[in-house]
């Protein structure tokens, strides 16, 4: 069965510093990895995912993660920080297979601060 | 392109009660979700719908949560009898087919007193 862990509950930053959030995951197989943000009051948005191909991947409002099959990691990162970035993260894990259901983490808490 | 809908967005009742939950997938999406977010951790997947069959409701306190779908489109998920635990926010999500990527409505926040 795959499990995801965030290995940190919350994480405080301040303003255009950079910033990793970190995720392992455990599995027997092959996975698709996600990561997710969620604002106040709001559903899930995708930020990136990782199906296959080139192991770092690129997404919306400049994040960026990077597979690492060998320590089963799937860190988030981005360079410098906005006050706008402050939400909840999820990472996910997905088995390939008919139904390719989501496992999320716990969630990471990033708060921006001024 | 509309979203997720979900109603109502907050709803409080007192325990032993019942309450039902409505999501509206974006159109046209084959595969619908309902997941269950308690505060402080990640979603956890209830039932998964393709077209208007289960795929997978493993993990649906089926003594007490009940959902359908029944002309494969909107969806609703109730809860009869609610109990204390079941406090937390509920998630619809829909994609086009299984893998896809999922789009995810706001989320009906229960808290069951």
């Known amino acids: 069965a795959q499990s995801v862990t965030q290995l940190d509950s919350q994480v405080p930053v301040f303003e255009e510093a950079p910033v990793e959030l970190r995720c392992n995951y455990s599995?027997?197989?092959?996975?698709?990895l996600f990561w997710y943000v969620q604002y106040p009051n709001q559903g899930l948005q995708l930020l990136l995912k990782y199906l296959s191909g080139s192991t770092l991947v690129k997404g919306i409002n400049g994040f960026e993660a990077e597979f690492n099959k060998s320590q089963t990691s799937f860190h988030l990162r981005k360079p410098s920080v906005h006050i706008s970035d402050t939400a909840e993260y999820f990472c996910?894990?997905?088995?390939?297979?008919?139904?390719?259901?989501?496992?999320f983490g716990s969630g990471t808490q990033l708060t921006v601060l001024p | 392109e509309a979203g997720v809908a979900q109603s109502p967005r907050y709803k409080i009742i007192e325990k032993r009660q019942s309450v039902a939950f409505w999501c509206n997938p974006i159109?046209?999406?084959?595969?619908l979700y309902w997941y269950q977010q308690i505060l402080g951790q990640g979603p956890k997947l209830l039932i998964q719908f393709q077209n208007n069959g289960v795929v997978d409701d493993s993990q649906l306190p089926k003594d007490r949560f009940s959902a359908e779908r029944l002309k494969g489109v909107d969806s609703t998920l109730k809860i009869q009898p609610a109990k204390l635990e079941d406090s937390a926010v509920y998630l619809c999500a829909s994609s086009s087919s299984p893998g896809d990527e999922q789009y995810f409505g706001p989320g009906t926040r229960l808290t069951v007193t």
């Open positions: 159109s046209g999406h084959a595969t």
């Open positions: 599995s027997s197989v092959s996975v698709y």
């Open positions: 996910a894990v997905s088995e390939p297979g008919s139904a390719r259901q989501l496992t």
